[in-house]
């Protein structure tokens, strides 16, 4: 059976990259909709009642309009933009976030996709948490550096229009609103929201998180090997997992932080960095903001959706 795919917003770029990944599967039909129409509500509403899945690449209201028109009972949903982020009536999309949550996933209607900042946060600390070695009232923090297309057009074209006099460096988010900060605290099991700065670079795509942790007031320090292993036992345990972590090693500096490093994959790399004496570790993550961050799990999401490899169309 060929499922019918309508992307409602494929004109922009994580509507792009997600067609682009789609490109040539011959289980699939793409529906699409002419230019001329993207803002006929009718035309919009008949092809999401008529697709299988409807993969919503849409600023919150529009994406909130597109669930509204949806009058049947069989057309499922996959939503890139944070309206329902937290919604216990959605699947979260972050299929390696426990080793339930590709089932989840396969067995939704409703899933929202994940944000490209919160994943990088969630699948460091939420093995923590979880097992026990950090507490869930312990104060995070977590920054990290993105390329500008995780601003969507206008970052987009502000930077490109720049050129060479584009910011190399650029910090935002500082009255720490970020519209990620919800999911980040939900899906953590962190009670209290985390301390987050994050910052945009002069590069397209790709981005290093960083979680630091003052280990030192908790009863229970734990050491840099004990934090690596509950994180590397979690993902070990995920089936289909696009998540690696990289060894527990002692460096003062490496190549593999790169935040380009994984660009056009759907992979993402964990690395735990310690000093046990000091009692303070970082965290990091490594992967592409318009790849897992985005249009690779969405595509990942869809997968599992249709009972299909998870890996279909995807680049580890």
Known sequence: MVAKIFIDGEAGTTGLQIRERLAGRRDLQVLSISADKRKDQDERK?????ADVAILCLPDDAARESVSLIDNGT???????????VDPAWAYGFAEMDQSQSEIIANARFVTNPGC??????????????????PSDHPLTYNGISGYTGGGK??????????????????????????????????????????????VGDFAQGMTTFVPLQLGQLATVPTGRQLHAAIADHFAAIKDSFVTVAPYEELAKTPALDPEAHNGTNTMTL????????????????YDNLGKGASGAAVQNLNLMLGVSAKESLAA
């Open 46 to 50: 008949r092809l999401l009642n008529a």
């Open 75 to 85: 057309t499922r949903v996959i939503d890139a933009s944070t309206a329902f982020r």
């Open 117 to 134: 900042w919160p994943q990088g946060l969630i699948a460091n600390v939420r093995p923590l948490i979880a097992a026990g070695l950090i």
């Open 154 to 199: 206008q970052m987009i074209a502000e930077y490109e229009a720049e050129g060479d006099a584009a910011s190399h460096f650029m910090p935002y988010g500082l009255t720490f609103q970020h519209k990620h900060v919800p999911e980040m605290t939900t899906y953590t099991g962190a009670k209290s929201a985390p301390l987050f700065v994050p910052t």
């Open 271 to 286: 690395h735990v960095f310690a000093n046990d004496a000091r009692a303070q570790a970082v965290l990091v993550a490594v």
